[in-house]
């Protein structure tokens, strides 16, 4: 199970890969639970963090269902420099245009950069503005050649992913995409609490942002104490992830 941490600036970055993050997930919380950050903020974010086995991914946000925008932006988070690319389909309403969306993301990436890993990501808060459900991402995903399927959470009010879904609806989520032959991931307020049940339902990424903040607060600082204290418990669950397979993903 690896780890995932989303900082919003180089020096959070920097926290979040010398505590030992798998993956650097570079976002804009100012612009939504996926929010797109800036081409200059990544490129400066990767070069500040230069250090050995780091990947970073970066969110496109949370997206209306307009694929040329999609394409386009993907193409942008690819030149710089993100090795994890994820779209949050917000504004699809059907596996349809889902894949419509996806599809162009997936090109665009992978025209660009073949070993980038392409991520459809959802929110397993859906039922609150009629989005895809966690069935409908898993086929958007397949159908589109994507590599990982994700849910956070779309409304950051406190609640978290278990208060969306039980937790035999996320181990569903995680056997469908498994059987699809998909990476899983899933994040919403995901707290150290939470992380035996993930291990349990076998999820490949768990991604986290106001657990290893200051008063668990996303608006605050990523404190490295935090991170230490987070990443400790998930390598109890799961183990440190291999050198070799962190460094397969380097440029």
């Known amino acids: 199970m690896k780890v ?6 180089a020096g959070e970055a920097v926290i979040a890969a010398r505590g030992g993050a798998d993956i650097v997930d570079i976002k804009n919380i100012a612009e939504g639970s996926l929010g797109a950050s800036f081409p200059w903020v990544i490129r400066e974010t990767i070069r500040a963090v230069n250090q050995p ?32 690319v994820k779209a949050g389909l917000h504004g699809s309403r059907t596996v349809a245009e889902g894949v419509e969306l996806m599809s162009a993301v997936v090109r665009a990436c992978k025209e660009a950069r073949p070993e980038v890993t392409v991520v459809t990501a959802g929110y397993a808060d859906h039922a609150r503005f009629g989005g895809l459900t966690p069935e ?36 569903e989520f995680v056997t469908l995409a498994h059987a ?24 490949d990424v768990v ?6 903040c200051g008063g668990n607060d996303r608006s605050t600082g990523i404190d490295p104490r935090k991170v230490e204290t987070f990443l400790a418990a998930a390598r109890q669950l799961s183990g440190p992830a291999p050198v070799a397979e962190r460094e397969s993903r380097l440029p």
Do not use: N
Not at 64 to 81: D, F
């Open 4 to 9: 995932l941490i989303s900082p919003v600036d």
């Open 53 to 84: 086995g780091t990947v970073f991914s970066a969110t496109l946000g949370d997206l209306p269902h307009k694929p040329g925008t999609a394409a386009l932006a993907a193409l942008g988070a690819v030149m710089s420099g993100a090795l994890y």
């Open 136 to 171: 409908m991402l898993v086929r958007v995903a397949a159908e589109s050649g994507s590599d990982l399927v994700m849910m956070d959470t779309l409304v950051k009010d406190g609640k978290s992913l278990f208060d969306a879904l039980t937790t035999d609806e996320l181990g």
């Open 180 to 203: 699809a032959d998909l990476k899983s991931a899933l994040a919403g307020s995901v707290r150290t609490e939470h992380l035996a049940a993930l291990a349990g339902i076998g999820v």
């Open 207 to 212: 991604g986290v942002r106001g657990a290893v």
